[in-house]
């Protein structure tokens, strides 16, 4: 197996940027076809949690695990996402905006080795289908942590801003609720 340098691949995905997600998407499918190599670099999953690789302005890379059977509410980004699985699976709920809220309109499940990107004004919901750990890098064209993000309520669908401490609670939960299982 070769060799994830993790650096080099923060390197490759900001110039591929310059030329957009597609670019993006295609770097994160040559590392993602090598799970193995990825999780040497990044660590086999372990507990639930997001780990920033990269932070700017205008890029964000994140390692996520999702614990098992973990939901996460609908929510935009606000930027351009692209999504890879290099452990587990990630099945994405793809929601459009309405005049009160948002509406189911399809979806996409993602194996290990799969990528999958969304546009700027994209909303999805996240779910681990599965009783293991999930891992998965996610990158983002702009400040993942900025403000001026969305969310839904994930009962009612009604539109409330992005509460970032929330998703840091959501996964300390799902991590608990893993532990003890």
């Known amino acids: ?16 940027r310059v030329d957009g997600r597609a670019a993006v998407e295609e770097v994160l ?45 609908p929510h935009d980004h606000n930027m351009w996402a692209a999504i890879g699985l290099y452990a587990g699976r990630e099945d994405n709920m793809i929601w459009e905006r309405t005049g009160d809220g948002v509406s189911a309109c399809g979806g996409v499940s993602l194996s290990v080795g799969d990528v999958f990107g969304m546009d700027a004004d994209g909303v999805h919901s996240v779910l681990n289908p599965i009783p293991r750990l999930t891992g998965a890098l996610h990158i983002y ?17 009604e539109e409330e801003p992005f509460d970032v401490d929330a998703l840091r609670r959501s996964f300390a939960a799902a991590e608990k609720r893993f532990a003890a299982a």
């Open 141 to 157: 064209g702009g400040d993942f942590f900025a403000p001026g993000r969305h969310q839904w309520d994930p009962e009612t669908l």
């Open 1 to 16: 197996m070769s060799a994830f340098d993790l650096e080099r691949f923060v390197e490759a995905v900001d110039a591929a």
């Open 29 to 73: 499918r040559m590392a993602v076809a090598r799970p193995g190599a990825v999780m040497n670099a990044v660590g086999e999953p372990e507990a639930a949690g997001i780990r920033t690789i990269f932070r700017s302005g205008d890029l964000t890379i994140l390692n996520i695990v999702w614990a098992p059977h973990m939901v996460l509410q």
